[in-house]
């Protein structure tokens, strides 16, 4: 399945938090445990840490203020009307999750908004929506904190930690986002006429390779663009061309 994901790092409170703490290592790996309300805690054992996915259906609601975040965005590029169309077709989850080293005397807890990369169809949309979901998180964390986590029981950490964004992002009109890395491994002239520094979804790559345009629109992309990316940190909305 592939894709990316955006993580709300926290603590939960009460029988998820006592259940998951208790569980010694006689607990078989892939146990189910089951709460006092009949909700199933899904556990395994790492080399070195214990593992648990807990029941997370009341958190779905995230998705929902997340689409509509980027719904209230004034006037819209091209691209990003593209990735929010991404974003409206059921490829985010949510998952309530913990982990607890063998060296930790505490669990860690964590919310994780992933985003589909549909096998490689959308890898690149997937990436860029965890881009988006750190704007979003940012910007409202008050009011998610207000609206949803002191209601679920889920306490923010002070520290959510650096945000790795390892790669920019172009638009590139009504195709999406092209993500550049300057560590790619393709040659100018390979046989596919893949980009030297840019990946775009893999939906896109196929539509282009149908219509014979594919290895034009990667020189266009690098003879234009690989210059330009090496000075910005991303470009969501600040350069575009159509194509």
Do not use: A, C, M
């Given at each position: 399945m592939g894709g990316y994901a955006f993580v709300i790092k926290g603590s939960v409170e009460g029988e998820y938090?006592?259940?998951f703490k208790n569980i010694t290592r006689d607990t078989p790996n892939r146990a189910?445990?089951?709460t006092s309300k009949g909700e199933i805690l899904k556990m395994s054992w790492g080399p070195n840490d214990k593992r648990v996915t807990l029941p997370a259906e009341r958190y779905q609601i995230l998705v929902k203020d997340f689409i509509n975040y980027t719904q209230k965005v004034d006037k819209p590029w091209e691209s990003s009307e593209s990735?929010?169309?991404?974003?409206g077709l059921n490829?985010?989850?949510v998952f309530l999750r913990g982990a607890q080293r063998n060296d930790n005397p505490e669990p860690e807890f964590y919310i994780q908004l992933n985003f589909r990369g549909c096998s490689g169809m959308c890898e690149t949309s997937s990436a860029m929506g965890t881009h988006w979901a750190k704007l979003w998180f940012d910007k409202n964390k008050t009011r998610l904190v207000q609206e949803y986590f002191s209601k679920l029981g889920f306490v923010l950490?002070?520290?959510?930690?650096?945000?790795?964004?390892k790669f920019s992002f172009l638009p590139i009109g009504k195709l999406g986002y092209a993500r550049y890395n300057p560590n790619w491994l393709y040659d100018t002239d390979n046989e596919m006429g893949y980009s030297r520094v840019f990946q775009v979804d893999g939906a896109v790559t196929d539509a282009l390779h149908k219509n014979g345009t594919f290895k034009q629109f990667s020189l266009l992309l690098d003879k234009h663009y690989s210059e330009l990316m090496k000075d910005r940190?991303?470009?969501c909305k600040v350069h575009a061309f159509n194509y």
């Open positions: 938090y006592n259940l189910r445990i089951v990735l929010f169309h991404y974003f490829i985010i989850e950490s002070d520290e959510q930690g650096g945000f790795n964004e940190k991303h470009t």
